[in-house]
């Protein structure tokens, strides 16, 4: 008969054991029993033999409870892995010593109890908060056993930063006793740290080895062996393992809850500083129980059969044709003529003058000590300022991080703490933000300060500052290294539509490849002109040779850009090429009346007209070529991990008509697009092929698609699991022709009784009844029995939300039906949520709980 002791936790493999101690604080002889969790038994009586061993160390106030899900893991899916989880002296259910052990007696106590175990290799060790400083003690010393390191949530020095609020509380001398030991107040803290809170019979067992003063000694004594200060007698053990981890070589695995108030970030941060091999990831929303918040188990087993492979990079041609992003710069030293211009303030430099900026940028900057693979957070607006950083960062070989004011504050905020940049380059607005938010990085001032506001917000250098450093004759004669091209250089964040934005990171050769793809499926050379109203393509203007202008608007607020505004940009370097957004575009027509003839006549000039970011109705482009009347109208389809994919132009949009979803066109230069088909479940099969009319996930593989995303180990796990394909999250089709349609994106999949249903279609039908704008189609219910739910805004909009009048519901019905979709319901709202970097991608996982929420008979409230 199976019985567990506790919830998720079997008699079978709970265990004591007689362990003989060395440790230099107890006398010679003594013997002291463990508690463990050890499925050896389990694996015995199955005739397995392990191919491995996990070795888990809990921190305070946890115990071996803490892993029963790895041991849970390895039952469930019959694997050939032992699970040993201890319950570290003076915890849990081991032994009460009645001596204070130290850090150093912990990991001498922890090898003890695997000389008794008898434990042979390979070894991974596996540690949350002080346990994981303790098993990488224990792996310094037995380098022979060693296989793999796995941390959670852990600290191995103080490096630089005071006591966390919440152990510097704990350890002061008025609350010591009586939080850590005269009562169970500790313990209670640090339970509900967990996100979601923990079942009350989850608390129960974690609260159980500790029902009295008397078996809390060891969690007081924990406390108060925290080394942060350098005086304290733990310390010189915690420096020689905090030091002695830069030397290990065998795969290490972080993985993390942010919204810890004890081991926040910048603990991350130094671990990946010393161990910078290691694979990272960030669960967002999980906080410091991590084993507790979310699964731990599957990624570290998906961790370990892939920790000794590479994953199949794509670099195609590339590898042999690589030409720095400032070969341009580097070639046109001497040439004065316009680089660079900003309307707003205005500003202009030549391509001579942008090189000497860049260089005396990169000067200043080096002697402050950015360098290669220090990262920088710019939060300048685009324009010749942020192009000068961008470049300089390049030269250096240090690594921007790009996440824009379109993400909101929370957004951004998530974005720079998960990137964790050493610099923070901003304008005043976003210092004021850094200062307020405790954001990471010495800060950088764009604009000169007042000594009082300079000292406020804690800026340590400025622009002009670093200017006048790298100008000086001495520096001048500074020869900086060129980067490694297959060194990090960037980490650009996703527009966070699809959930919390994500890094991706390109390395110098992928942002070069990016450049080489849209000059040579767009043939941008040396001498065009472009008006650059879209964030992503403001940064490629230099690296292109081409002439840039930053209109009079706010780049992340697309919508702020006008007709007049546009033309003016146009006017202003004659531009052969325009690049904005479809919001922006939106903006544009809607303010064209207000054109003069001469800035028609500027826009009039135009060659090229492109605009990404979000799929454009046909009747809207027709507005825009109006507008550009000579220019080539296309719309490349794309993402921040890959941009652009495919490319389409209007005619091309005319001759695909209608079909399931948007067509998108064909592959661009050097890009190889294929289709991972649905199962049944809405899922992707992992098969790529190129068949036509068969929805599924749409799969890129390119020279510039990116390296991985930041600190998202699992994420980018899974975009990689098809071998040389980046997954797109995307849905759609190739018709016969091999265009590429877009049906939607994965997670929008609804799962009906009939299959799979992808939602563009039928928004798209919905959108050309009468009397509609956009469309919505989400599904209500369980997975695999969903109705289709279509919302919808109105022409003119609707005041408030409501179900569709009866002969709007008819019309879209029918009109939906053609596509073969059955609607169950169809409502109306003032206007669709969408997200702010774009204003134009629909969030339909927020209108899929609005709806839920408004048919089960809530009050009808706008989504």
């Known amino acids: 008969m199976v019985t567990e002791i506790f919830p998720g936790v079997l008699r079978s493999s709970s265990r004591t054991l007689m362990v003989p101690s060395t440790t230099a604080v107890d006398a010679p002889g003594t013997i002291h029993q463990w508690h463990l969790l050890d499925n050896a038994d389990e694996l015995a009586a199955a005739g397995v033999s392990p191919i491995g061993t996990f070795l888990c160390v809990h921190g305070n106030p946890t115990w071996s409870y803490l892993w029963r899900s790895l041991l849970n893991h390895v039952r469930e899916h019959q694997l050939p892995w032992r699970v040993v989880a201890v319950d570290q002296l003076d915890m849990g259910f081991s032994t009460r010593t009645g001596v204070f052990r130290r850090l150093a007696d912990r990991v001498n106590d922890l090898s003890d109890l695997t000389n008794a175990l008898d434990l042979a290799g390979p070894v991974t060790t596996v540690g949350h908060d002080w346990g994981g400083l303790i098993s990488l003690g224990w792996a310094l010393k037995h380098p022979e056993l060693l296989a793999n390191v796995v941390l959670t949530n852990t600290a191995v020095h103080p490096a630089g930063f005071e006591l966390p609020a919440a152990l510097k509380l704990a350890s002061h001398p008025a609350v010591h006793p009586w939080g850590t030991k005269t009562t169970d107040a500790f313990l209670r803290t640090t339970h509900s740290l967990a996100n979601p809170a923990l079942e009350p019979q989850i608390r129960r067992s ?59 970030d910048r603990y991350l941060r130094d671990l990946i500083f010393r161990l910078p091999h290691a694979s990272v990831h960030r669960f967002e929303g999980a906080g410091h129980l991590l084993p507790e918040d ?154 000169e300060l007042p000594t009082a506001k300079r000292k406020l ?169 109006a507008l550009v009347p000579a220019a080539a109208v296309h719309t490349p389809y794309g993402m921040t991990e890959a941009l652009p994919v495919t490319d389409i132009d209007l005619p091309g949009i005319r001759a695909a008509g209608t079909g399931n979803g948007v067509c998108v066109g064909t592959p661009v230069s050097g890009a190889q697009v294929a289709i991972a088909a649905l199962n049944a479940d809405g899922s992707a099969s992992t098969e790529p092929h190129n068949s036509p009319n068969v929805t599924g996930e749409i799969l890129v593989r390119a020279p510039h698609v990116k390296d991985r995303y930041d600190r998202l180990w699992i994420t980018e796990n899974i975009s990689t699991s098809i071998p040389g394909w980046h997954r797109t999250g995307d849905v759609g089709h190739l018709d016969a022709t091999g265009r590429l349609w877009v049906e939607g994106r994965l997670g929008h999949v609804l799962l009906t009784p009939n299959g799979p249903t992808t939602p563009v279609a039928a928004e798209h039908a919905a959108e050309s009844v009468n009397g509609t704008g956009r469309a919505a189609l989400v599904g209500v219910g369980p997975a695999g029995t969903q109705a289709a739910v279509l919302i919808m805004e109105t022409v003119p909009p609707a005041k408030r939300s409501a179900p569709a009048t009866p002969e709007l519901a008819r019309a879209v019905r029918a009109a939906v039906a053609a596509t073969g979709t059955s609607v169950s319901a169809v409502l109306v709202v003032p206007e669709l949520p969408t997200d702010i970097r774009h204003n134009s991608k629909i969030d339909r996982a927020a209108l899929a709980r609005w709806a839920t929420q408004t048919l089960a008979g809530g009050r009808i409230r706008n989504p």
Request: net charge neutral.
């Open 206 to 264: 974690f609260m159980s080895p500790y029902v009295s003063s008397a078996r809390r000694t060891g969690v007081a004594n924990f406390v108060a062996d925290i080394p942060f200060t350098k005086d304290h007698p733990s310390r010189p053990a915690l420096n020689d393992i905090s030091e002695g981890i830069r030397q290990l070589t065998v795969p290490a695995l972080l993985l993390w809850g942010p919204k810890d108030p004890v081991f926040s």
């Open 294 to 447: 979310r699964d731990v188990a599957s990624p570290i087993f998906d961790w370990l059969s892939h920790s000794t492979q590479q994953h199949e990079r794509n670099r195609a041609s590339a590898l042999t044709n690589y030409r720095p992003m400032l070969a341009e710069l580097d070639e046109r030293t001497t040439d004065q003529s316009l680089a660079v211009l900003d309307i707003n303030p205005p500003m202009s430099l030549s391509w001579s003058e942008l090189g000497t900026r860049v260089n005396s940028l990169a000067r200043g900057l080096s002697q402050i000590g950015v360098g290669p693979g220090k990262r920088v957070n710019l939060l300048v607006p685009p324009g010749i300022e942020l192009t000068s950083l961008i470049y300089a960062c390049l030269r250096l070989g240090a690594v921007i991080v790009v996440a824009d004011a379109g993400l909101g504050t929370k957004g951004l905020g998530r974005a720079i703490r998960g990137a964790g940049p050493s610099y923070l380059i901003g304008i005043d607005r976003a210092l004021s933000g850094a200062r307020l938010l405790n954001w990471p990085g010495i800060r950088i001032s764009v604009n």
């Open 457 to 625: 917000l804690g800026v340590k250098h400025t622009i002009n500052e670093l200017l006048t450093a790298g100008a000086t004759s001495e520096a001048a004669q500074q020869q900086i290294p060129a980067a490694d091209p297959d060194a990090d250089a960037a980490v650009l964040f996703t527009s966070g539509s699809t959930g919390p934005a994500k890094g991706v990171v390109y390395t110098h050769r992928q942002l070069a490849a990016m450049r080489d793809t849209l000059a040579q499926t767009y043939n941008l050379r040396a001498g065009s002109a472009l008006v650059a109203g879209f964030a992503p393509f403001a940064l490629l203007g230099p690296a292109l040779g081409a002439t840039s202008v930053t209109p009079d608007m706010d780049v992340t607020a697309p919508r702020t850009l006008t007709a007049q505004a546009l033309a003016n940009a146009a006017a202003a370097v004659d531009a052969t090429t325009i690049f904005a957004s479809p919001a922006a575009l939106a903006n544009v027509l809607a303010t064209a009346d207000q054109l003069t003839a001469a800035q028609q006549t500027s826009l009039a000039k135009v060659e090229l007209l492109l605009s990404a970011g979000a799929p454009i109705p046909e009747p809207l482009l027709d507005k825009v070529q």
